[in-house]
């Protein structure tokens, strides 16, 4: 049960906190879109190389 506000400034002040809050949550989810980002880049490159790999092979199946 939360405290009511009962002057302006106490609205203010109230309103500034939970500006600060959701400030420290964007922060911390752009840290983690950066991190899954990252990732996301290794995953695409891990399955460029395989399908460049079966290519080759196909390839080199067809020349020969």
């Known amino acids: ?3 009511e506000p009962k002057t302006t400034r ?3 002040v109230s309103l500034y906190g939970h500006i600060k809050g959701v ?3 964007i922060n ?3 840290g983690g879109i950066h991190k899954l ?3 996301i880049d290794k995953i695409y490159w891990v399955l ?3 399908v460049g790999s079966v290519a080759i092979l196909l ?3 067809f020349i020969a």
């Open 10 to 12: 106490e609205h203010i």
């Open 28 to 30: 911390h989810m752009h």
């Open 1 to 3: 049960m939360a405290i």
């Open 48 to 50: 460029l190389a395989a």
């Open 59 to 61: 390839l080199e199946r």
């Open 23 to 25: 400030k420290k949550d």
């Open 37 to 39: 980002g990252g990732k």
